[in-house]
């Protein structure tokens, strides 16, 4: 299982418009039910996102790059962005309720 933290901020007249394709994201996500990848998005007052995804596979591989939503998610990243996205391994260190998965649990 791999976990990744991707933090960036948008430019303010373009962080309603990544916001609405985060949101195209979630609802191929919610269609396709893919197996194998959990995944969270934040927007922060500031219009800081924070993009957590989890992977079953331990080199990070899953569905979600497959996604015709993620493929026009990831077009023109970098042009909506005031800071460019940073990739972080993480590792869930607590976790109530938030998160169906519990490493406390075994699950």
Do not use: W
């Not at 933090?7 to 396709?32: C, G």
């Not at 934040?42 to 993009?51: A, N, Q, S």
Request: with cysteine; proline share 6%.
């Amino acid at each position: 299982m791999t976990t990744r933290l991707i933090r960036y901020k948008a430019k303010p007249e373009m962080a309603d418009t990544n916001a609405e394709l985060v949101a195209a994201v979630f609802a191929e996500l919610k269609a396709a039910k893919p197996d194998g990848v959990r995944y969270l998005t934040l927007r922060l007052e500031d219009d800081t996102f924070i993009h957590v995804v989890e992977t079953a596979s331990d080199d990070g591989s899953s569905a979600l790059p497959q996604l015709a939503a993620f493929k026009a998610f990831q077009s023109g990243i970098r042009d909506r962005c005031a800071e460019p996205p940073l990739v972080r391994s993480a590792r869930v260190v607590g976790n109530y309720r938030m998160l169906e998965h519990d490493p406390e649990q075994g699950e």
